[in-house]
């Protein structure tokens, strides 16, 4: 009696995922327009941003060729590289003053200190991807790139990279909401890792044991996989996504565990 008294679980589910998504949906509109506002492209520059960046890296390598493989040219291998590892940049710079810049929000009871880091999150996340699909479709309908050798694998890298940049914003944002200096080192540490990121280089020139010793990092494994995904050349000798993948759902433990614990501590003004 007292079952059919109940809502079903599958039900009350599917409200709580309806209603996290429209409060996710919304902080994502709010941070568009405080961020980009409707002046000059107004919401477009989510793609204009990371678009004119990478354009001026591929403008700096469009000639020239590699003896590692036919269609590995600077030009794919410089977009391809930049275009993901600045969603890993944007993701872990934008979440050090996520709680301080959206803290009144919290008022709100559907609001959590976990919807507003994933929105921000997710935002980089569309922009980087979309400037690099518009780059790509670009580069192609020109001759000068060719269209991925296997997109699935292709997005699962970029897959992977908003996991482990968003696993890692959880964790910075909460620490760095209640210690200002941990804040101070967001920046020089998305700096610090582009060379150990293999952002640029691929790790077959890497020579031993400094490749075992930067595949520690699940950086490497997924530029190898996001190359692999790209150019037809490229195989995933030094690419282990399990690995990637278990380091994710550690990080992200350790970032809900972070939000746990200084989701008290937080002092709304």
Same mark, same amino acid.
């Given at each position: 009696?007292?079952?059919?008294?109940?809502?079903?679980?599958? +039900?009350?589910?599917?409200?709580?995922?309806?209603?996290?998504?429209?409060?996710?949906?919304?902080?994502?509109?709010?941070?568009?327009?405080?961020?980009?506002?409707?002046?000059?492209?107004?919401?477009?520059?989510?793609? +204009?941003?990371?678009?004119? /960046?990478?354009?001026? &890296?591929?403008?700096?390598?469009?000639?020239?060729?590699?003896? !590692?493989?036919?269609?590995?040219?600077?030009?794919?291998?410089?977009?391809?590289?930049?275009?993901?590892?600045?969603?890993?940049?944007?993701?872990?710079?934008?979440?050090?003053?996520?709680?301080?810049?959206?803290?009144?929000?919290?008022?709100?009871?559907?609001?959590?200190? @976990?919807?507003? $880091?994933?929105?921000?999150?997710?935002?980089?996340?569309?922009?980087?991807?979309?400037?690099?699909?518009?780059?790509?479709?670009?580069?192609?309908?020109?001759?000068?790139?060719?269209?991925?050798?296997?997109?699935?694998?292709?997005?699962?890298? /970029? +897959?992977?990279? !908003?996991?482990?940049?968003?696993?890692?914003?959880?964790?910075?944002?909460?620490?760095?909401?209640?210690?200002?200096? $941990?804040?101070?080192?967001?920046?020089? #540490?998305?700096? !610090?890792?582009?060379?150990?990121?293999?952002? @640029?280089?691929?790790?077959?020139?890497?020579?031993?044991?400094?490749?075992?010793?930067?595949?520690?990092?699940?950086?490497?494994?997924? &530029?190898?996989?996001?190359?692999? +995904?790209? @150019?037809?050349?490229?195989?995933?000798? #030094?690419?282990?996504?399990? #690995?990637?993948?278990?380091?994710?759902?550690? /990080?992200?433990?350790?970032? /809900?565990?972070? &939000?746990?614990?200084?989701?008290?501590?937080?002092?709304?003004?």
């Amino acid at each position: 009696m007292a079952s059919k008294l109940q809502p079903p679980a599958t +039900g009350l589910f599917l409200r709580g995922f309806h209603a996290q998504a429209r409060v996710i949906g919304a902080l994502l509109m709010r941070e568009l327009h405080t961020r980009y506002g409707r002046e000059n492209i107004g919401y477009l520059w989510l793609v +204009g941003e990371p678009l004119m /960046l990478a354009s001026v &890296m591929a403008l700096l390598h469009h000639n020239g060729r590699t003896p !590692f493989g036919s269609d590995i040219t600077p030009l794919g291998f410089t977009v391809l590289g930049y275009t993901t590892y600045i969603m890993f940049r944007g993701i872990i710079n934008r979440s050090s003053a996520a709680l301080e810049s959206n803290g009144p929000l919290l008022y709100h009871r559907m609001v959590t200190i @976990f919807d507003i $880091v994933l929105s921000r999150a997710l935002l980089e996340a569309a922009g980087t991807t979309l400037a690099y699909l518009v780059l790509e479709t670009l580069l192609t309908s020109i001759g000068v790139l060719n269209i991925p050798a296997r997109p699935l694998a292709l997005f699962g890298a /970029l +897959g992977l990279m !908003f996991w482990y940049s968003w696993s890692q914003s959880m964790i910075i944002s909460s620490i760095s909401s209640q210690n200002k200096l $941990v804040e101070r080192f967001v920046h020089p #540490y998305s700096y !610090f890792m582009i060379p150990a990121s293999a952002a @640029f280089f691929q790790m077959a020139w890497i020579p031993e044991p400094y490749r075992s010793y930067l595949l520690w990092l699940p950086l490497p494994h997924i &530029m190898e996989l996001a190359r692999y +995904g790209q @150019f037809r050349a490229a195989n995933l000798k #030094y690419c282990d996504p399990w #690995y990637v993948v278990e380091s994710c759902i550690v /990080l992200t433990w350790l970032g /809900l565990v972070a &939000m746990r614990r200084y989701r008290k501590r937080v002092h709304l003004n």
